[in-house]
T-cell receptor, first 110, second 114 residues
Framework: QKEVEQNSGPLSVPEGAIASLNCTYS??????FFWYRQYSGKSPELIMS????GDKEDGRFTAQLNKASQYVSLLIRDSQPSDSATYLC??????????FGKGTRLSVIA | ETGVTQTPRHLVMGMTNKKSLKCEQH?????MYWYKQSAKKPLELMFV???????ENNSVPSRFSPECPNSSHLFLHLHTLQPEDSALYLC?????????????FGSGTRLTVV
């Protein structure tokens, strides 16, 4: 069974610090990787996608993918209280629906 | 309208009621999904439709009945629900059922069964 594992947290970081969120996946043939942000009571919002090994940067967000080690991470630089949310990792493995992790709750302390 | 729209945003229903949730996507996507998210639990995939055909049903109780009349609309018909069915119900769409480009979620329907 395909699995995506995340530490549930909460992960607490001070404002201005770097928040590091990690995700591991079980299916070696996984092709596409996504990070969603979900505020309490709201729906998930896609914030990053990554398809090849290495880093992908978008503003304060950097996604990192290492297919050999089967992990994907999300770094948030200069963390703000508005970044406090649950971050969901999702993995695509071909002709099956996305597999979502349980999410990591991030709390940025002002 | 853009993106994925869900109605109603909130719904309170009795266990003997019949209600329907509606989802509409304006993205030209070919696949649509229903997810259930209970408090402090991960997303649970309920149904997958690709080009209006159901391709996956994750052992969902028959009191939940999906309908996909075309690639832009998806319904979830509810009847004789239980209190444990109270949750956030999310609709999502993707370009195709592989989800290789990710999903776009609607705002969700917060359902309370009393």
């Amino acid at each position: 069974q395909k699995e995506v594992e995340q530490n549930s947290g909460p992960l607490s970081v001070p404002e201005g610090a770097i928040a590091s969120l990690n995700c591991t996946y079980s299916d070696r043939v996984s092709q596409s990787f996504f990070w969603y942000r979900q505020y309490s009571g709201k729906s998930p919002e896609l914030i990053m996608s990554i398809y090849s090994n290495g880093d992908k940067e978008d503003g304060r967000f950097t996604a990192q993918l290492n297919k050999a080690s089967q992990y994907v991470s999300l770094l948030i630089r200069d963390s703000q209280p508005s970044d406090s949310a649950t971050y969901l990792c999702a993995v695509n493995s071909g002709n099956t629906p996305l597999v979502f992790g349980k999410g990591t709750r991030l709390s940025v302390i002002a | 309208e853009t993106g994925v729209t869900q109605t109603p945003r909130h719904l309170v229903m009795g266990m003997t009621n019949k209600k329907s949730l509606k989802c509409e996507q304006h993205l030209g996507h070919n696949a649509m999904y229903w997810y259930k998210q209970s408090a402090k639990k991960p997303l649970e995939l309920m149904f997958v439709y690709s080009l209006e055909e159901r391709v996956e049903n994750n052992s969902v109780p028959s009191r939940f009945s999906p309908e996909c009349p075309n690639s832009s609309h998806l319904f979830l018909h509810l009847h004789t629900l239980q209190p444990e069915d109270s949750a956030l119900y999310l609709c999502a769409s993707s370009q195709d059922s592989t989800g290789v480009y990710g999903y776009t979620f609607g705002s969700g329907t917060r359902l309370t069964v009393v």
